[in-house]
Every structure is written in C-alpha cells, then in structure tokens.
C-alpha cells in the first residue's frame, strides 16, 4: 500500500524538474479509449462516512477500438498528481513529477465502427492504492480484446478524484488484523458487485463505454471476469463466492481472507504470485487452492516482488535514477525482473486466462512451463 509510493518518491530523490515521461503502448492488436468516470450507489450508505450520504466510487473504463489517432494522456488528473507531489516534497520529491507522467491512449472516434462484443473484466487494486496505479497495465489487457473496468474503493485508496475536483483520503493506513482485512475486503466486495450490476444499466453503460452509444453489443455481459492484485486479489475470490455471474477470476499475488478460503470456488480461477509468496510463508494460499474444484492453477514469478505486479516498475523505469536508489526499490518493493519483462509476462498470462474464462480457449502457456517464459515457474496445475 503507501510503502510502495514512498519507494517511488524515494526513488526521485535528485532528479530536477521532471519533463513529460511517456509510457510504453498496449501488446495487443487493439488501440483503447480510456473514460474516468463517477458511479453512485444510492441503494447504500457509505461505511466509511459517520455522516451517512450514499457509496460513490470512481472508475476508469478502458474500450478496444480499431481507429482514431493516439494521443499521450495524463497518468494522474490533476488534483491526485498535486497531492501526491505534496505529500513526498519532505523527501526531495521535485515538482511536477507526478504531473509529468503520461500514457498513450487512442482518440475517442466518432463511432465504433463495427459491432463487435468484448468480455468484460473488473480489477480490484491492492489496499491503499489508486486504481490509477495500474492503468498501463490494464490498458494493456484491453488491448487484447476486453473491455476493462478498474475501481477505486474510497477510504481505501490513499487518494481518490472526483470529476468536480473533490477528493478523498485514505483512513486505512493501520489495517493489520485479519479482522480488519476481511471488512475491508467485504466493503470491496459490494462495490464490485455494485459495478457488476451497472453493466446491465443502459444508462450507466452509455456513460462509462460512450462508445455503446453507437454499439449496443459492445459489453458481451456473459463472459465477466474478475481481477485485483493484493488485497484485491483477495476481493476478486470473495465476490465470485458472493456472487457466482463471473466466469472466472484472477489473484495476483494477495493473500486471501474471508468464508472464501474454506468454502472455496468452482469457477476457473488464477493465482498469480511473486518469487518469495508461497504457501509456506503465506497459509492461506494452501487453504484456498485445496478448496478450488473448478479450473485452476497458480504461477509463481521469478526475480519478482509484490509491486512487480503493478505499474510501479514501468513509473520507476521510465525516469532516470541512480543505480543505488533503484538496487533500493528493486530490494525492496520491484524486484529485478525488469519493468518491461514483469508488465509482459503478466499481461501475457493473465490474457491467456481472460482468454479461457470469456472464449474456453486453451493456451499453451496454461497448459505448462513455456521456452519464452522460464522466469515463470507452475507451482500447482488442475
């Protein structure tokens, strides 16, 4: 959570005003809109506010597309990168330096120009992080065909933005119990399933994919997987216990809490996890996968750490930093893998499993250790 974005400012140490740092594009054959946008659920009060007032959340929606021009974006919106640079200014964090950060993304086009249907996938971020932190990745992922909706989780996220410019704090920064864990987790999990459901709302649909305005095939609402990295990870499990419409989910590297881990699934279902998370060191992994009966399998990814599955290796890559400072995110938080190599070998798997879930095709990259891939080990196969 907020130790990871330390590392980053950690890491800016020295550098002086920071220019524009684009992003690396989308793998796939796919150019992606991006839409940020607010999403009320007037059906339930806010947990987090003692002054009641209805649960909103903020969402970014990324739409496959065939045309338009790409255009490079801002990473953050403009209230988040400020408060982020004023946050860390204590540690030498230069101005600008969150506002420098940027990421190609295709024009919204005037249409959509064909009627095709994408699978959907929701993602989860880890506790206490922006779901902004890994919008190159899951750019990525919809570049192979899906439309994805990342959620942030307000009073969860060390800072969420609102379309009118308001924003919203962390309050999470002490969870350590398992109690704790697992409420925060089930707050999750009913702002899942609250996005879930507006994708069966024309109105809301029309406003987070526009492009549905001119194809209203564009969500294919049968193929709905779910994914998160962390805590996320964990939210992803339990909302497919809670709610058995998706057709599949994803972990990437988060321990599990809640009735899930006895109980377990029978959907298909992915764990992902970094070189030194195992069973051994974390139990309820063991608990979770003896209680899959559906598809599944876990992957373990070398020379990793727990943030080498977010965009944090790609933010730290792209700007130039000593060779000492970056030995200290690498020990600590990114791992040695290599940005690129982490963002690909994870965009690579987790396609291929979207793949399975929305289409049932097989990939050989599922079915066991690949040449191209040796820095992933199939710890478990089923």
């Known amino acids: 959570m907020i130790p990871a974005i330390l590392c980053t400012s950690l890491l800016l140490l020295g ?115 922006s779901r902004l932190m890994y919008t190159s ?16 989780h307000p009073y969860d996220a060390n800072i969420v933005e609102f379309p009118d410019g308001s924003t919203i704090i962390g309050v999470l920064d002490n969870t350590t119990t398992d109690a704790q864990f697992t409420w925060a987790m089930n707050v999750r999990v009913q702002d899942m399933i609250f996005v879930y459901n507006q994708t069966h709302n024309e109105t809301a649909v029309n406003e987070i994919f526009p492009l549905s305005l001119d194809n209203p095939r564009l969500l294919s609402l049968d193929r709905v997987s779910i994914t998160g990295h962390s805590l996320g990870g964990a939210t992803a499990a339990q909302t497919m216990l809670v709610d058995n419409r998706f057709v599949g989910g994803i972990n990437l590297d988060g321990s599990f809490w809640g009735s899930v881990l006895k109980k377990g699934l029978s959907s298909p ?29 876990e992957l373990r990814l070398a020379q990793s750490k727990h943030y080498s599955f977010s965009d944090l290796p790609v933010l730290v890559d792209s700007l130039s930093i000593s060779d000492e400072l970056k030995e200290i995110a690498q020990e600590t938080y990114l791992g040695t893998i290599g940005a690129l190599r982490a963002k690909n070998v994870v965009v690579s798997y987790m396609v291929a499993a979207l793949q399975y879930f929305a289409y049932g095709r097989t990939s050989d990259l599922l079915s066991g250790p690949s040449a191209a891939y040796p820095d992933v080990t199939f710890v478990h196969s089923a």
């Open 15 to 129: 550098l002086g005003q920071a220019a524009t740092v684009p992003l690396p594009p989308g793998t796939g054959p796919c150019g992606v809109t991006l839409k940020a946008s607010e999403l009320v659920d007037w059906s339930r009060t806010n947990p987090f506010n003692p002054e009641g007032g209805k649960r909103a959340l903020m969402v970014t929606t990324f739409t496959p597309v065939n045309c338009g021009s790409v255009l490079s974006e801002s990473y953050f919106p403009n209230a988040t990168a400020a408060y982020e640079d004023e946050t860390f200014q204590s540690f030498g964090l230069p101005a600008g330096t969150f506002e420098s950060f940027r990421i190609q993304a295709q024009q919204q086009p005037l249409s959509s120009r064909n009627n095709e249907s994408y699978p959907i996938v929701l993602f989860s971020p880890a506790l206490g992080v």
């Open 137 to 152: 990745l899951l750019q990525d992922i919809s570049s192979h065909g899906f439309a994805v909706i990342s959620v942030d």
């Open 269 to 297: 279902f992915l764990m992902f996890s970094n070189a030194n998370h195992t069973a051994e060191t974390d139990p309820s992994w063991g608990t979770f996968w003896s209680n899959l009966r559906g598809w599944k399998l």
